[in-house]
């Protein structure tokens, strides 16, 4: 059974850098071909897509927030992580990790959520 479980302070300040990591188990972040996303939902929004890590390592992000995101991976823990720069208010969201094949965004798999506010 594959299991997604974000990670992560619930708590971030203003300017600062938001830290979340996605667990995953029942399944392997390089096996050929799954992609790995960071999903978020602000209060009473929709869902946005922030950017993904192929199996192979590679990265594509969001254009709005390609230059605040960076996501990463350590394999050797099967897990892999988003860092969101100078955060604001309007960065508090629900944060999700999901697994789809082939980066198509049918996501087969999700986490539970990960409620992060921003605030002083």
């Known amino acids: 059974q594959v299991q997604l479980q974000e990670s992560g302070p619930g708590l971030v300040k203003p300017s600062q850098t938001l830290s979340l990591t996605c667990t995953v188990s029942g399944s392997s972040i390089t096996t050929n071909y799954y992609a790995w996303s960071w999903i978020r939902q602000p209060p009473g929004k929709g869902l946005e897509w922030m950017g993904v890590i192929l199996y192979d390592g590679t990265t594509w992000y969001s254009s709005s927030l390609k230059s605040r995101t960076s996501i990463s991976r350590d394999t050797s823990k099967n897990q892999f992580s988003l860092q969101l720069s100078s955060v604001s208010p309007e960065d508090t969201a629900v944060y999700y990790c999901?697994?789809?094949?082939?980066?198509?965004?049918?996501?087969?798999?999700w986490g539970q959520g990960a409620q992060v506010t921003v605030s002083s």
């Open positions: 999901a697994r789809d094949y082939m980066a198509v965004g049918a996501y087969e798999y």
